[in-house]
């Protein structure tokens, strides 16, 4: 792709090239640094070319936000999940203007709805920055990504193209697993689902034969929704056979932890969030506030931390915080509750150890201490893999190899100072970025909504003041992200429509 010039007015004295920015990844990170990216330089008045690259049919949507079933639904309430970290009421706005006029910021909505929200926000922001910026969608993947002679980067695409980019920003969302813990008769097996937010994926699964799920997670949670029917039981097994705790259905406001933490080594640190947790529950009756309240602190903390002592969390501590961490919805709660109750969900500790043919197709899984579970499917749901390249993306895989990016903290993601990739060689001299899991490694906690937008606008401003400073523009108009920002009547066409609609501007 070349560089596309400003078409000068009678008074300008040079030309000044539109300069590019590709975003890698259309889905709720991608599509949040391309809202961000589109009112900051229209409100700033900086001429830009937008790509993204994505091969999904609708931007914002991604695997998390795909899904129609309405039973799924966000495990963050409404209030959490607005675009703009200064105007959190701006998603339960949406959801009024859109049919759901009595939704309150403690509601828990529908996975679906708030992939509609992403997209049509990236669509009425594509829209109101027309003219200043200029937006395209590639609907392929990129696969490679490499210095460009101009000093700026070229993106290799899986059709044979290429993007040249003045930065570039990789928003590719969670890395797929190896499923490294499946035995290989399993892994060959066709009644072993590996990636069950896959499109189809789950299609033959049907609604008759038991399941067992891998994983005892958020992922397994929702596949236990999805999957549940009379006469199925539905099994689940992890290494400590925990489901994540809910949600309060009236939560309490965060209580602060006590400072100092960020001092602490690991075992010293264990010891005060205890107590805090324990204050909490006495003074409040409920644990939750004291989590909460750690939320924002978390980075700080990992980062205090040494490597052994990262790697003692992950081996000793991950499990339980992520269980009470990463919480269910009240009503996702109460319909696993009834499933148990009814025996129609099964949830062990375990770990398995082989697979065989079964004689009626299915297959029988055996386990480390000596039990056997006849199933007609296991599903993978153990998560993303926590390696940059972990799924074997060529585009990551051929950064750190070609040294354009280093792997994170004990191999967990990359290196990267404000999203900004270190190199090989520990530099950020490249104008390439990243957020949300990729930077798990220096964060952990950095794989939500609210973690991900504040990063997407960080990413924003980190972006467009290179673009001033190499291109020329404005520097002097912006304000707040989010600030006075609310919305027209929906159109007819909905946002699905229009976010397409904007696109097909520049198409």
Not at 8 to 19: K, L, N
Not at 191 to 207: E, Y
Request: hydrophobic content about 40%; some cysteine.
């Amino acid at each position: 792709m070349s560089v596309v010039p400003v078409v000068p007015s009678p008074s300008c004295e040079a030309v000044r090239p539109r300069p590019t920015v590709a975003v890698v990844g259309a889905g709720a990170a991608g599509a949040l640094v391309a809202i961000h990216l589109c009112e900051s330089a229209a409100r700033r008045r900086i001429p830009l070319d937008l790509v993204l690259v994505d091969p999904a049919p609708e931007a914002g949507r991604g695997a998390a936000y795909a899904t129609e079933d309405p039973e799924l639904r966000l495990n963050v309430p409404v209030g959490g999940m607005s675009c703009y970290p200064d105007d959190p009421d701006h998603f339960r706005r949406w959801l009024c203007l859109h049919g759901e006029s009595t939704v309150t910021a403690r509601d828990f909505a529908s996975r679906y709805r708030y992939g509609s929200y992403l997209a049509g926000t990236l669509g009425r922001a594509v829209i109101a920055a027309h003219g200043t910026v200029s937006v395209r969608r590639l609907r392929t993947r990129a696969t490679g990504c490499a210095d460009a002679a101009d000093g700026g980067l070229e993106l290799s695409l899986a059709d044979g193209a290429t993007v040249m980019a003045h930065s570039v920003v990789l928003a590719t969302g969670p890395a797929a697993g190896r499923a490294g813990w499946a035995p290989a008769e399993l892994v060959a097996s066709d009644r072993f689902v590996r990636h069950p937010w896959t499109p189809g994926a789950l299609d033959a699964v049907g609604t008759s034969g038991d399941v067992l799920l891998v994983g005892t997670g958020l992922t397994a949670v929702d596949l236990a929704l999805a999957l549940d029917r009379p006469g199925r039981t539905v099994y689940a097994v992890s290494r400590d056979g925990l489901l994540p705790q809910a949600h309060a259905v009236a939560p309490l406001p965060p209580v602060p932890p006590p400072p100092g933490l960020a001092a602490l080594p690991l075992h010293l640190l264990r010891r005060e969030v205890t107590r805090h947790v324990a204050a909490t529950r006495r003074a409040h009756g409920d644990w939750r506030p004291a989590l909460d309240g750690l939320r924002p602190e978390i980075g700080r903390l990992w980062q205090g931390l040494t490597d052994d002592e990262r790697a003692e969390f992950l081996g000793r501590d991950a499990s339980r915080w992520n269980v009470h961490r990463h919480r269910m919805a009240p009503a996702a709660a109460e319909t696993i509750a009834r499933a148990r109750a009814a025996d129609r969900l099964r949830v062990h500790a375990g770990r398995v150890v082989s697979a065989t043919p079964h004689e009626d197709g299915g297959l029988v899984v055996s386990f480390a201490d000596g039990r056997e579970l006849q199933v007609a499917w296991v599903v993978d749901c153990t998560g993303p893999g926590l390696a940059a390249d972990a799924g074997g993306d060529p585009l990551w895989s051929g950064l750190l190899t070609d040294g354009l990016a280093a792997a994170g903290p004990l191999g967990i993601g990359v290196s990267t100072v404000r999203g900004r990739l270190l190199d090989g060689r520990g530099h950020r001299e490249r104008p390439l970025f990243t957020l949300g899991a990729p930077r798990r490694g220096e964060l952990w906690e950095t794989t939500a909504i609210p973690e991900i937008r504040t990063q997407a606008l960080e990413i924003t401003q980190s972006v467009l003041a290179g673009l001033i400073g190499a291109h020329g523009g404005r520097g002097d108009t912006d304000r707040p992200a989010g600030s006075g920002y609310d919305f027209p009547p929906a159109p007819p066409g909905g946002p699905s429509s229009l976010i397409d609609d904007a696109f097909s501007v520049k198409q």
